[in-house]
């Protein structure tokens, strides 16, 4: 049984930084795509970043120079670095696991969420301004 656990939300101020982490078990990270997604109230879910298998990384152009994505496959799990955090950025963040062979991303270069076969619960982010 496949279970992805995020943590490390909260509520920080404008500015603010925050590190989400997403343990994994019943799969190996080192072998999938991996991606964060967040969905704000009334909105739709918006790809993140994304890091593939072999370690290439892509932004959401909203995201690019403040988040970075990165993984400790010893570990097994996924981060976010999210830093200079904006109100803008208050949503439910969840982290994503794909098997290799797509890595494909929109105009906006935010992740696509059907190539992603594995989900957590979600860990809520809120920045007040």
């Known amino acids: 049984q496949v279970l992805l656990v995020e943590s490390g939300g909260g509520a920080v101020e404008a500015g603010g930084s925050l590190r989400l982490s997403c343990a994994a078990s019943?799969?190996?990270?080192?072998?999938?795509?991996l991606a964060w997604f967040r969905q704000a109230p009334g909105k739709e879910r918006e790809g993140v970043a994304t890091?593939?298998?072999?370690?290439?990384?892509r932004y959401a152009d909203s995201v690019k120079g403040r988040f970075t994505i990165s993984q400790d496959n010893a570990k097994n799990t996924l981060y976010l670095q999210m830093n200079n955090l904006k109100p803008e950025d208050t949503a439910m963040y969840y982290c994503?696991?794909?098997?290799?062979?797509?890595?494909?991303?929109?105009?906006?270069?935010?992740?696509?969420?059907?190539?992603?076969?594995?989900w957590g619960q979600g860990t809520q982010v809120t920045v007040s301004s």
């Open positions: 019943g799969l190996r990270f080192d072998q999938y795509n």
């Open positions: 890091i593939r298998n072999d370690g290439i990384s």
């Open positions: 994503a696991a794909g098997t290799p062979g797509r890595f494909d991303i929109d105009g906006t270069c935010r992740p696509l969420g059907d190539q992603f076969n594995y």
